[in-house]
């Protein structure tokens, strides 16, 4: 089973941020927090992943509470070709190789 | 990031025929390659883990006789879903990774069974 939570779908208007919370209580200190977005027919990309330090790239920003027990992607200024269902993940990064568990995640609507 | 390839990216087949998936790493040699189905409206369900030259370890449920599994290199991973029925029809999507870093989809292949 899924180790997040995440609301079911959330809107934006296009050009604003977009903030897509988390929760992982259950997060263990080896699991990163992983999140994926799929579009419509798509398989899944990556956006960002993180372990406790807040996290930028070119795509989005990711922010991890101190306790670990949460965290927000964010969409700096959503545009409509950000409509997606969002996945947040926590994986546990070992030796070997474990798959993805994904949950329902959140349908993200960008709206003109 | 690094790009995952499926092909063919959909299929339409007669019911009781084979039908064969693959999954390729187009700039990596992935050690690991997943397999997933998705059904509409539904997240993504894990079918399997493809080890490079040894046997697919399949998730609960999951009939390994009916979804083959080769992964002969490092770069494809292949799936065949064996004498196919309607209820088979679905997203197959796979993904690869290196060892213990990212991983990354396909685009994904979409199986439609008469």
């Known amino acids: 089973d899924a180790k997040t939570t995440q609301p079911t779908s959330m809107d934006c208007a296009e050009g604003r941020a977009a903030n897509l919370p988390c929760n992982h209580s259950?997060?263990?200190?080896?699991?990163?927090v992983y999140w994926y977005r799929q579009i419509h027919s798509q398989g899944p990309q990556y956006i960002i992943h993180g372990l406790k330090n807040n996290e930028t790239n070119e795509m989005a920003s990711l922010i991890i509470t101190e306790d670990r027990k949460s965290s927000t992607l964010i969409l700096p200024h959503a545009t409509l070709r950000d409509t997606a269902v969002y996945y947040c993940i926590v994986r546990e990064v070992t030796s070997g190789n474990t798959p993805l568990v994904f949950g329902k995640g959140t349908r993200l609507s960008v709206i003109a | 990031g690094a790009v995952v390839s499926q092909h063919p990216s959909w299929v339409i087949c007669k019911s009781g025929t084979s039908v064969k998936i693959e999954c390729r790493s187009l700039d990596f040699q992935a050690t690991t390659m997943f397999w997933y189905r998705q059904f509409p409206k539904q997240s993504l369900m894990l079918m399997a883990t493809s080890n490079e030259g040894s046997k697919a370890t399949y998730e609960q449920g999951v009939e390994k006789d009916k979804f083959l599994i080769n992964h002969a290199s490092l770069t494809l991973s292949t799936l065949t879903v064996t004498s196919a029925h309607p209820e088979d029809s679905s997203f197959y999507i796979c993904?690869?990774?290196?060892?213990?870093?990212?991983?990354?989809f396909g685009p994904g292949t979409r199986l439609t069974v008469l």
């Open positions: 993904s690869a990774s290196r060892s213990t870093d990212t991983q990354y």
């Open positions: 259950t997060i263990s200190g080896n699991e990163y």
